[in-house]
């Protein structure tokens, strides 16, 4: 069993940047992939990114790639989603998700998923 927080959130002007954070429980963290995904008002939830086991590999949607990273560390249960060069279309909902799997792109892959937080982007 795995729980996830995930916690960084908030407003921020458009060219600015956030980090968001999840915190897991549980001791088999640093055997699950972790991903990123968003939903925005009205949109369906969208992967944003994924990032192996032992971190030496990640993978992002085309939307994000080069302004976004994915990085973990495992001694201390983390996964964290720095943003940067962020834009008004990236406000949505924010979670962080564990798969025993790969992971990847589809949602079904995931077995824990966080609560979520708010990102908003001004123009």
């Known amino acids: 069993q795995v729980q996830l927080v995930e916690s960084g959130g908030g407003l921020v002007q458009a060219g600015g940047s956030l980090r968001l954070s999840c915190a897991a429980s549980g001791r088999t963290f640093s055997s699950y992939a972790m991903g990123w995904f968003r939903q925005a008002p009205g949109k369906e939830r969208e992967f944003v990114g994924v990032i192996s086991w032992s971190g030496e590999w990640t993978f992002y949607a085309d939307s994000v790639k080069g302004r976004f990273t994915i990085s973990r560390d495992n001694a201390k249960n983390m996964v964290y989603l720095q943003m940067n060069s962020l834009k008004p279309e990236d406000t949505a909902v924010y979670y962080c998700?564990?798969?025993?799997?790969?992971?990847?792109?589809?949602?079904?892959?995931?077995?824990?998923w966080g609560q979520g937080t708010q990102v908003t982007v001004s123009s």
């Open positions: 998700a564990a798969s025993p799997r790969v992971g990847g792109r589809i949602e079904s892959e995931y077995d824990y």
